[in-house]
């Protein structure tokens, strides 16, 4: 035993969760002040995980000074930084002036099982900060603001970005990937059969489908530099799947008896979401279904990850987080007929759907 401490998930994780938390206060002035502070917030996170702090923390805490020594950083600076995120639970000071981890620090750790060190580098990198900072073009004329800051769309330009497209699904990944076996868990699949996933990325949702359910087979579908990073090729799914690459805007694979979109349709636009699910029901036989998993948005007041997610696809990109009648009708235009919406226990939902 080296004393190394142990890797640990946080039971309030948020991505198992689907409402925000924050400290509660009546003072309006302050709630105003906290939303205006976000992006200092944010920094502070990215700066902690450049410096790869919390991977330094993972024997015990720390003194600044201590953590400087080993990242040839500036101690004094370090210590302000990390004083502010502990005020938000993100580490935690001692009585000697030493930094510990908490819950929320362990998912900073890079080898964490549910690590989010590349969603912070994500989230926090120069791309989505411009493109938040022109929300308010973006808001007078309908056009992402990324576009506007990058002279071109966000994938096309990610295409030009081998690095910065590596982390981009790095860190969709670590979003994604604790989800997977919450929405397997939350759906019952049939026994035997064919399931496609659509844009299914580097494979995590259709390994937790197969490894559930030993009776079924599956296609990965994505682009071929994104499939080509599959995490299928585990011992047990030997013989259960193969690798087909392509694009969803052409032809798509038939045969499968269940399809699965999972965060591909609030990419897109609504005409475009409609030619990705057109395309689907082309190779779907009557009453094969194809199971939406996303963000399914709440109405009223009622704080949701997926409306921060919209902010995101405003800024970003042409697509939208969507209510259960913006789906239903998006299906309905394309051939489906909404059958339910599961809830799972995180913020995304799935939107089982009946080709008719």
Partial sequence: MNGRRPLTTSPSNPLYTSTFSSTPTDDPGAVLIDLMLGHIFSGALRTAVELGVADCLADGPLTPEDIAGRTGVHAPSLRRVL???????????????????????????????????????LLTNELFQRSVAGMPEAVRTGVPAFEAAYGMPLFDYLATQPELQKLFDRGMSSFSGPLDDIVTEAYEFPAEGTVIDVGGGRGGLLRAVLQHNPGLSGVLF?????????????????????????DFFSKLPAGGDLYLLKNILHDWSDEDSVRILRGLREVM???????????????????????????IMLSTLWGKERTEAEFAALLRESGFGVVRVVPTASWQSIVEAEAV
């Fill in 222 to 246: 994505d682009q071929e530099q994104t499939v080509r990073e599959h995490i299928l090729d585990v011992p047990e799914l030997a013989g259960r799947w193969r690798i087909e690459p392509g």
């Fill in 83 to 121: 004083r502010l995120l502990a005020s938000r639970g993100v580490f935690s000071e001692d009585e000697k002036g030493a930094f510990g981890l908490t819950p929320a620090a362990e998912l900073l750790r890079a080898d964490a099982p549910v690590s989010q060190h590349d969603g912070t580098l």
């Fill in 285 to 311: 036989r009557p009453g094969g279904r194809l199971l939406v998993v996303e963000a399914v948005l709440p109405a009223g007041n009622e704080p949701h990850y997926g409306k921060a997610a919209d902010i």
